[in-house]
């Protein structure tokens, strides 16, 4: 319970100083809102979304419905699971904006490495639609895919310093400049450190 208002407080406090930053941004349409506004506020919805990750489900569907039985009462306002499916694509900036918001300290030791997100199986590239024309066909050291990578840099704390979704074509080499830019000391790719690990032990 603790953990759950700190996590929202902390979102919350973020939201207050960012809508007002992000709104001055944005391009208005001149075409009104369609439908009423969600009851269900951003930042309650980013609270969801990050407990859904720190969590052990597999599928956001069985865990949105995990929270509607058991946390009816910290959420009073929870909307349909369609809806909430609906919304999530509005709060990807906000998401994105906290993350490099609460991100680690450089410590200058470092870790790069990547991991593969799949769309679909190889068998269903040529009909897949999911993402068509931003999914890419790449290669990890398990094996082809298709669908994106994410990039990350963390500490020798295990927190995140810096992250990239890119294509599943893009290379981990050409991230590598990128991403560290503001980190100081010594950058490792994790591959070759467990590598030599094993080899040493």
Known sequence: MDDLVA?????????KSFKQEWETH??????????????????????IIILFHQSNYRTFKHFYFHICEYFKKHFPKLISYSRFVCLMKTIFVPLFAYLLKIRG??????????????????KRIRRNKVFRGFAKRGKTTVGWFHGFKLHLIINDKG?????QLTPGNVSDVSMA???????????????????????KY
């Open 159 to 163: 927190e995140i310093l810096a992250f």
């Open 177 to 199: 400049d990128t991403l560290s830019r503001e980190i100081f000391g010594k950058l490792f790719y994790v591959f070759y450190t467990l590598q030599y690990m094993l080899n």
């Open 105 to 122: 300290v450089v410590t200058g030791i470092a870790f790069i490495d990547s991991t593969s997100i799949a769309v679909c199986h190889n």
């Open 26 to 47: 944005l391009i208005e349409s001149g075409s009104p809102k369609r439908g009423p506004e969600p009851e269900l506020s951003i930042p309650e919805m980013m609270t």
């Open 7 to 15: 996590l929202y407080c902390s979102v919350d406090d973020f939201w």
